[in-house]
């Protein structure tokens, strides 16, 4: 076991920890009052993020992209966790799943992404299928060569600046042991396709600036060639890939975390009540120490599921372990940093109530806390059970 950073992962982290102070923090506070990001400084964004040589770091290195392991780029969106969601959007990461492009669909949509050409987004959830995914009602139906989609996606995030979307859709049904399952199958639609709408979706409290769409499908006819994989093989492409993206919400949000508690220490110090530093006080001590304590677990949690990934161990209770505890210590961490500031806190000069409001949907999103319970506790179970 060996606990340190080799060089070039604290190369990544000095560089990503730099570019995220120097070229994203200046407009947060602008970002925040506005709620959009002006397209020009995106583009400024992932035009730096090009020239740092991290663009698309966690795609693979034989069609272009920086081929990190899990473990490296889990310590690189660590230090992207820092800043506002909405900027962050543009430090290139496309969908991992798009390494299951085939054939020409490398050129149309693989390639670009990697290059910065065009951006993807991913819809699986509806207003009836949230946490129940196969309760899916968006349909796709063979007709002929090709499928029709019928149906609508809601909360997919910046589809608003995407170019095509990954959609997973129903294409079917089986019987099984346990009564009729849907069919789940992933295609790839552009923007523009007829029948294809991506609409403005609902304000969020939480990272403002970072939009989410209302997808909708009125006989949206797509040739078989924009189906990503197999038919009827979308939940076994979801099984396979998107584990990243809770590993993403967990290392984020320690990222976060530590930005937070660089602020509220030096806080405890400065601020002076009843003739002494607050940090005097162990009332208020004794947070920093739960919040620091914290943080540092869930950040080895976090670490070491993607090590796991990265050695081909089973890691998904593992990382359910990490999205869980986390995001729910980063609630903890930015309600007791809210209350170290007092009513300070509260106020939008300061981005202590940002944090507080940031944190609160990394519990909901890419799978709830009660989800992740359900993951783990059922690999507990699951070999014992007859
Ligand atoms: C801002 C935002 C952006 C998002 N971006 C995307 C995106 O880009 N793409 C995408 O596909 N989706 C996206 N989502 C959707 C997100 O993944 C879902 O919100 C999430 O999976 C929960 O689904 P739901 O909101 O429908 O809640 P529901 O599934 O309706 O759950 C409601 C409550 O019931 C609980 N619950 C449900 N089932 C169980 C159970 N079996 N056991 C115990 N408790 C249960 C939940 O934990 C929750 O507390 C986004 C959501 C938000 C808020």
Redesign the pocket.
């Known amino acids: 076991m060996n606990f340190e950073l080799s060089d070039e992962q604290q190369l990544i982290v000095d560089t990503v920890r730099s570019f995220v102070e120097n070229e994203i923090y200046p407009h947060e506070a602008e970002v925040e009052r506005t709620g959009t990001v002006p397209p020009e400084l995106g583009r400024e964004i992932a035009d730096k993020c090009k020239e740092i040589g991290f663009f698309a770091a966690n795609m693979p290195e034989e069609f272009g992209g920086g081929g990190l392991n899990q473990l490296d780029f889990t310590l690189l969106e660590r230090e992207l966790g820092r800043a506002s969601m909405a900027l962050s959007v543009y430090f290139g990461r496309p969908s991992g799943i798009l390494a299951a492009c085939e054939g020409e669909q490398r050129e149309r949509y693989l390639l670009p992404s990697i290059t910065g050409e065009k951006v993807d ?5 509806e ?1 009836d ?5 196969r309760g899916m009602k968006c349909t796709a139906r063979a007709d002929g060569g090709d499928w029709v989609i019928n149906g609508s ?7 608003n600046i995407a170019d095509f979307v990954i959609v ?1 859709v129903a294409s079917g049904e089986e019987e099984t042991s346990s009564g009729p399952k849907k069919k789940i199958s992933c295609f790839l639609v552009d923007r523009g396709t007829p029948g294809f709408e991506i609409r403005s979706g ?1 304000e ?1 409290v ?2 403002r600036g ?1 939009h ?1 769409s209302i997808l909708t499908f009125d006989n949206c006819r797509l040739p078989s060639s924009q189906m990503l994989g197999e038919p009827h093989s979308g939940f076994e492409l979801a099984n396979r890939w998107l584990y990243a993206t809770r590993l993403t919400v967990a290392t984020m949000s320690v990222g976060r975390a530590r930005r937070v508690m660089d602020m509220v220490v030096p806080y405890c110090v400065e601020r002076k009540q009843f003739g002494k530093s607050i940090g005097k006080f162990q009332g208020v001590s004794f947070k920093l120490a739960d919040m620091i304590t914290e943080i540092d677990a869930a950040d080895w949690l976090t670490l070491s599921a993607a090590w796991r990934v990265d050695k081909g161990l089973p890691s998904n209770r593992e990382i359910a372990s990490a999205k869980v505890f986390a995001t729910e210590m980063l609630a903890h961490t930015t309600d007791e940093a809210l209350q170290i500031y007092g009513g300070m806190g509260l106020m939008s000069d300061l981005p202590i109530e940002r944090f507080w409001r940031d944190a609160r ?1 990394e519990r ?8 992740q ?2 993951i783990i506790s059922r690999e507990l179970l699951r070999p014992l059970e007859s």
Request: no cysteine; glycine share 6%; charged share 15%.
């Open positions: 987004a991913l819809a699986m959830s207003p299928a949230g946490s129940d995914i996606k809601h909360f997919i995030s910046h589809a997973f609902y969020s939480s990272h970072y989410n949907v909901i999103w890419d799978g709830t806390s009660e989800i319970r359900h």
